[in-house]
T-cell receptor, first 113, second 113 residues
């Protein structure tokens, strides 16, 4: 049972373009939604995260949009750069339950120069 | 860098042999986690610990056991390795003063032949 579904599985975008990755969750008890960035051979690195009491959070070129009623959240990468080429994972957790992360399946992003 | 090291970084073992992976942290945080990463599945939680000798099961705990006798070390043991346990294993910590954020180690690539 996959509680967090992520799409698309892969994405190709031109340098300067916008990358958009979507996630949908089922468990309404989740109260923390992070995004991780992973380069080949490395561990996932926390990129940006949001709590359900806000609808949007922006850090530099990265923005999370959150829709609580639809149980969906998305990552927007503005002005995509070749260095952004990586695999991105969304996740969700409930802090009161040990903050065990449930991950989406991942999106491989390739930014072409 | 959250002060997490994992050992070994790579291991090849035969079916039926026991294997122990080690996660070491330098910051003495309470919560530590073991995840496995497989293509298409993102990362899935195996076990986690919320203190010395305090552990609990995750989503995919069958065939795995853990131990935590010191705050800084969290061990994952495959009692009798199977080919389905070929994976990349990541350890993570949750910083005590940050209720939600998890930081990952560099991973251990395990191949069971």
């Amino acid at each position: 049972q996959q509680q967090v579904k992520q799409s698309p599985q892969s994405l190709i975008v031109q340098k300067g373009g916008i990358s958009i990755i979507n996630c949908a969750y089922e468990n309404t008890a989740f109260d923390y939604f992070p995004w991780y960035q992973q380069f080949p051979g490395k561990g996932p690195a926390l990129l940006i995260a949001i709590r359900p009491d806000v609808s949007e959070k922006k850090e530099g070129r990265f923005t999370i949009s959150f829709n609580k009623s639809a149980k969906q959240f998305s990552l927007h990468i503005m002005d995509s750069q070749p260095g952004d080429s990586a695999t991105y994972f969304c996740a969700a957790s409930r802090g009161a339950a040990g903050n065990k992360l449930t991950f989406g399946g991942g999106t491989r992003v390739l930014v072409k120069p | 860098d959250a002060g997490i090291t994992q050992s070994p970084r790579h291991k090849v073992t035969e079916t039926g042999t026991p294997v122990t992976l080690r996660c070491h942290q330098t910051e003495n945080h309470r919560y530590m986690y073991w995840y496995r990463q497989d293509p298409g599945h993102g990362l899935r939680l195996i076990h986690y610990s919320y203190g010395v000798k305090d552990t609990d099961k995750g989503e995919v705990s069958d065939g795995y056991s853990v131990s935590r006798s010191k705050t800084e070390d969290f061990l994952l043991t495959l009692e009798s390795a199977t080919s389905s346990q070929t994976s990349v294993y990541f350890c993570a910590i949750r910083r005590d003063k940050l209720l939600y954020e998890q930081y990952f180690g560099p991973g251990t690539r395990l191949t069971v032949t």
